[in-house]
């Protein structure tokens, strides 16, 4: 997926860039109120957030199982993933997200690995 690897991308070179940021202002001793607010806090909690890697998938329910909490999906492709076209089964941890499922319904789900499952912590 191209818009991903966009993300990738500009995540490892505002990552770069911080670290560049951070170098000099260590040679410089600056610590100005100035450099301070120029310090891209916003872009640090971005990056850690991107290392728990999201992935996508779009795809149709086949099954949901309240009890158990989870969402079987006949999804296409994942290309973060390497993923062909399958059905399988995700964890859906946070309930709410039933409302917007239903069998034969196409949804676009985020999800992400937790562990040794797949964890749905989006449904679109
Ligand atoms: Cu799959």
């Not at 991107?50 to 329910?61: E, F, L, P």
């Not at 989870?70 to 973060?80: D, I, Q």
């Not at 995700?90 to 797949?118: E, G, P, R």
Request: aromatic content about 8%.
């Amino acid at each position: 997926m191209k818009p991903l690897a966009t993300m990738a991308l500009i995540v490892a070179l505002s990552t770069s860039a911080f670290a560049f940021a951070q170098s000099s202002n260590m040679k410089g001793m600056d610590m100005k109120g100035t450099d301070m607010k120029t310090m891209p806090m916003d872009k640090m909690s971005t990056d850690s957030s991107a290392k728990a890697t999201t992935h996508k998938a779009t795809g149709t329910v086949k099954a949901i199982d309240l009890t158990k909490g989870t969402l079987t999906l006949a999804h296409g492709p994942v290309k973060s993933l390497n993923w062909p076209a399958m059905t399988m089964t995700f964890a859906v941890k946070n309930k709410m997200f039933f409302d917007k499922l239903a069998v034969y319904k196409k949804v676009t789900i985020d999800f992400t690995k937790q562990d040794a499952s797949y964890v749905v912590i989006a449904v679109n």
